[in-house]
């Protein structure tokens, strides 16, 4: 019968030989910002398995982030960390989740992948500057209404070109990268930040710097970072 749950089953059987099980259960995962793209990130990475979910954000809900970061009316004024750890519950109450309401700081413990997902580019550089060596994978994803930039680092490998692209905020396009924003963009962001994050899982190659353009249906993977990229990119 429909909505009876069938607990003989494996929630995560048709996802098997995507997402290595053993690997993801080990694996502790942060979020830095819950807003358009983090909350999304986190929603999903509870539904792929992740078991260890940190979340750190020090915003709380209002309006437009109902239309754009996929809050309900009903958390309006809700702690962003709070909201979506409610959320990551009720798809699976055994994740182990710690939530921190606050800015990052060096002083944050985090978990050994973690998912940049904030508004600035000195933010970004901040948190590069604290965790690169003490972490082993960095997934930035930035988005400028329906483009969306994403970057892999992995400390040991691909410091020197990630850093690259932390430019002076003052080279970045004017506003945040959510000044222009929509739930879809934000969804596929998230999917493919997640994406990156089970290739690696599985010890495959990564895509160190890639853009979308949705509105031109325009895919742009860069094997190295320019400065044309850079130029060309958002905050």
């Not at 059987?13 to 099980?21: D, G």
């Not at 239309?67 to 962003?80: C, L, S, V």
């Not at 970057?151 to 905020?169: D, G, I, M, N």
Request: proline share 2%; glycine share 6%.
């Amino acid at each position: 019968m429909g909505g009876i749950l069938n607990t003989n089953q494996d929630r995560f059987e048709r996802q098997a030989s995507l997402v290595p099980r053993d690997r993801i259960r080990e694996t502790s995962v942060t979020v830095i910002g819950v807003g358009a793209i983090g909350r999304q990130v986190a929603l999903q990475l509870a539904s792929i398995g992740v078991t260890k979910l940190q979340l750190i954000d020090f915003d709380t809900v209002e309006l437009t982030n109902v239309t754009t970061q996929g809050y309900r009316a009903d958390e309006i004024g809700q702690a962003k960390v709070t909201a979506t750890m409610l959320e990551v519950e009720r798809i699976d109450p055994s994740i182990e989740i710690d939530f921190i309401i606050d800015r990052f700081r060096s002083m944050h413990r985090v978990g050994d992948v973690v998912f940049c997902c904030v508004d600035s580019i000195a933010t970004r550089a901040t948190v590069w500057r604290c965790l690169q060596r003490r972490i082993q994978l960095l997934i930035d994803t930035r988005m400028n209404g329906e483009t969306i930039r994403l970057l892999t680092a992995e400390p040991s490998k691909s410091r020197h070109r990630y850093e690259s692209t932390l430019f002076a905020q003052g080279d970045a396009h004017a506003g945040t990268c959510t000044a222009k924003s929509t739930i879809y963009a934000a969804s596929i962001a998230a999917g493919l930040s997640v994406h990156q994050f089970t290739r690696w899982l599985r010890d495959m190659p990564l895509d160190s710097d890639f853009t979308f353009n949705l509105l031109a249906s325009e895919l742009n993977v860069a094997g190295e970072f320019t400065s044309s990229i850079q130029e060309n990119t958002f905050a």
